[in-house]
């Protein structure tokens, strides 16, 4: 069974830095594209930074200059370092990662998701 876990996120002020963690365990061959998004209460889930297999990253326009997206994948950890952040990056964070399980199949999971505050 593989599950998909992020770590990291809690409460911050205005301008400070956080580190979120996102970790695949289980059974699987290799981490694929993985992406970190962003949920604010009645918006759209928006896409916040992705990085491929080979490293290639993107980012979203708010997210350019200040966030980070990294992997590691001997410890099946992608990262994302945020800083200056601000209350408009308060937010629920996703992890959305494509875990290859066999040598033919390939299937996205979604982790819970973790609480950023950026508050006073």
């Known amino acids: 069974q593989v599950e998909v876990v992020e770590s990291g996120g809690g409460l911050v002020q205005p301008g400070g830095s956080l580190g979120l963690n996102c970790t695949a365990s289980?059974?699987?061959?290799?981490?694929?594209?993985t992406s970190w998004h962003r949920q604010i209460p009645l918006k759209a889930r928006e896409l916040v930074a992705r990085?491929?297999?080979?490293?290639?990253?993107t980012y979203a326009e708010f997210a350019k200059g200040r966030f980070t997206i990294s992997r590691n994948d001997a410890t099946k950890t992608v990262n994302l370092q945020m800083n200056s952040l601000t209350s408009e990056d308060t937010a629920v964070y996703y992890c959305?990662?494509?875990?290859?399980?066999?040598?033919?199949?390939?299937?996205?999971?979604w982790g819970k998701g973790i609480q950023v505050t950026v508050s006073p």
């Open positions: 990085i491929s297999t080979t490293g290639s990253t």
């Open positions: 959305n990662t494509n875990l290859r399980t066999s040598a033919s199949v390939i299937k996205n999971y």
């Open positions: 289980g059974t699987f061959v290799s981490i694929g594209t």
